[in-house]
């Protein structure tokens, strides 16, 4: 699979969605909600000790990829629905990755579970593969994915970014990621 060759393969097996997604708000400079204290410590120390390689490859579980279609018209309005949170290429720039924006990458959008009907429904969203032009990363309805004004955090977009499967793109989510590694340990 051409997505995950960015994403090297962990030693240890993946964080569950729920230990991925507290990883990664705590990773945007944020405290997760409803974690127990020594699960947060545990995932504090791992991001102070662990290879920012090794976690990457940790953090693949955190949400379902679906390719779907949306019409080009719909696309722009699709990204100012406040039920998503825009990530990858498209948003790569905003964040802080050296990557400039591209028009032939697709969008990328970050939607829960129970709201992903009615998002189909409006946008006439339908699935794809072939003629993709965004990509939909499902979460679990409890999830609220670490945003500022709708476009996921750093390290979200930097592990998107990785599963792009486009050695630039690698290259700078890499980059990025381990940036955002060593700001953390240095807080």
Request: no cysteine; net charge positive.
């Amino acid at each position: 699979m051409r997505r995950l060759e960015g994403l090297p393969r962990p030693n240890g097996r993946p964080y569950s969605p729920a230990a991925a997604w507290a990883l990664l708000v705590l990773l945007s400079g944020e405290r997760p909600k409803g974690l127990a204290a020594p699960r947060l410590s545990q995932l504090r120390r791992q991001l102070r000790e662990a290879d920012p390689v090794e976690l990457v490859g940790r953090l693949r579980h955190r949400a379902r990829r679906q390719l779907a279609f949306v019409h080009p018209s719909q696309l722009e309005p699709l990204s100012a629905d406040r039920r998503v949170v825009q990530s990858g290429w498209r948003v790569a720039e905003q964040v802080g990755a050296s990557l400039l924006e591209a028009d032939d990458v697709p969008a990328e959008f970050y939607v829960a579970q129970r709201d992903l009907s009615a998002l189909r429904e409006q946008y006439l969203i339908v699935d794809a593969s072939e003629v993709a032009n965004a990509v939909l990363r499902i979460v679990d309805d409890h999830v609220a994915v670490p945003q500022a004004d709708g476009v996921a955090a750093p390290p979200v977009v930097a592990l998107d970014l990785l599963e792009a499967g486009d050695p630039r793109a690698i290259e700078a989510a890499r980059q990025l990621f381990a940036r955002l590694v060593q700001a953390h340990r240095g807080r």
